[in-house]
């Protein structure tokens, strides 16, 4: 793990006047750009060649003569054969010489390793560097010890397929695609073994994978994405903060639940396990009986990354939830970083953000309020790692 003081070192060659907000361009950049020239940055993305469009011209910004926003949020593009290039020295070297700020993302610590990004990745990082490989599943201290330790609630593990008696999911890697999912659902070590030998006669899932999965309890309930937000800086008010909460669209698994069940019967053998991929999110709010608990979840979650991970998370992170029939959370999984359903608060923000603010609060806004907040305090330090 690179030491916190030579990242902070950096900071002594930086024009903190000029500063840039620096993002790869996937996952959330939009929402991290679209924040960072609300609070008035200049912002990058890190682009991989043949999927810059999105970055480069669709929402490009143009500014006027006096250098402001006239439309879209995207300064600048560094456009890479592949997003791991930004490793190379001459790159980290230019993202420095342009005062870049890192914020990173789930698409960072997917296409770039994991080692890279704690040992090697010589910029000044907003957020928990060495929290985002506890979201890798299956390490000596993955996202589900940090639960533990911190006593917080997570559907039960099942070790054993055999032991399957009850609905249960078993996630795992896609075997083409493979940064998705090639979760799915089984009752029995009988249907385990009668989706898992078609999954892999599809192609979606090999054995090794399979090997490698992680079982535990299907929560039958709503899905809700819990974004919160940590300030190391603030001294007024509350230190943790819920900004928003969003919910995902899957597919094919969006798709399966539109059918009737007969209609389902008679899709194709190929058709008929559906795959959990992500491909959108939609906003939403909870009940407020429930927001007390979800505060204490957070609240457990802050206290204990502190206490395992010094300094603990910085800025926004995601407890991934379901909520069973009698109102209990369980958490399925947590992102140490800013979430995958946030650019449903561009611009808008959320209502829960918005109100605590009184203003249209997104997570990339309140990222860059907060680094505008730690550079005129003098608190960078504090932030990066």
């Known amino acids: 793990m690179i030491d916190r003081k030579s990242i902070i070192e950096l900071l002594e060659d930086y024009d903190l006047d000029k500063v840039k907000i620096g993002v790869i361009g996937s996952h959330s950049a939009l929402d991290t750009c679209d924040g960072a020239v609300q609070e008035g940055f200049h912002t990058l993305a890190v682009c991989q060649e043949g999927r810059e469009s999105p970055y480069s011209r669709y929402f490009r910004a143009h500014r006027d003569r006096s250098g402001k926003l006239r439309r879209g949020m995207v300064d600048e593009v560094m456009l890479l054969p592949k997003f791991r290039d930004i490793m190379k020295e001459e790159n980290m070297k230019r993202l420095r010489s342009d005062n870049i700020l890192f914020i990173p993302n789930r ?3 997917s296409y770039v390793s994991m080692d890279a990004v704690e040992d090697d990745f010589m910029v000044p990082l907003v957020g928990s560097r060495n929290l985002l490989r506890s979201e890798d599943r299956g390490g000596p201290k993955d ?20 032991d399957i008696n009850s609905l249960t999911i078993v996630k795992l890697h896609h075997a083409q695609k493979k940064l998705e999912r090639g979760f799915f659902t089984c009752a029995s070590y009988k249907e385990y073994k009668e989706k898992s030998e078609q999954l892999m006669k599809d192609g979606v899932i090999d054995q090794d994978c399979l090997d490698q999965a992680r079982m535990e309890e299907y929560i039958i309930g709503p899905v809700f994405n819990l974004d919160f937000f940590y300030s190391p800086l603030e001294n007024e008010g509350e ?36 795959e959990y991929t992500v491909c959108g999110h939609n906003s939403a709010t909870i009940r407020e009986s429930l927001l007390e608990s979800a505060f204490e979840l957070a609240e457990k979650y802050v206290a204990a990354a502190k206490e395992h991970f010094s300094p603990g ?73």
């Open 107 to 109: 698409s960072f610590t």
């Open 143 to 162: 996202y589900y010890w940090l639960l533990e330790k911190a006593g917080m609630p997570f559907p039960r593990k099942i070790t054993d397929p055999k």
């Open 239 to 274: 230190k943790i903060e819920l900004l928003g909460v969003d919910w995902r669209f899957e597919s094919s698994l969006d798709g399966h639940v539109r059918l009737p069940a007969g209609q389902q019967l008679t899709l194709k053998e190929e058709q008929q396990i559906p």
């Open 313 to 385: 998370i910085i800025g926004p992170f995601c407890l991934q939830t379901c909520v069973d029939k009698d109102l209990n959370f369980y958490i399925y999984d947590v992102a140490p970083r800013i979430g995958g359903g946030t650019n449903v608060h561009m611009s808008v923000g959320h209502a829960y953000g918005n109100s605590l603010w009184r203003t249209d609060m997104s997570t990339g806004r309140r990222l860059a309020m907060e680094i505008r907040h730690a550079i005129e305090e003098d608190r960078l330090h504090e932030i990066i790692t």
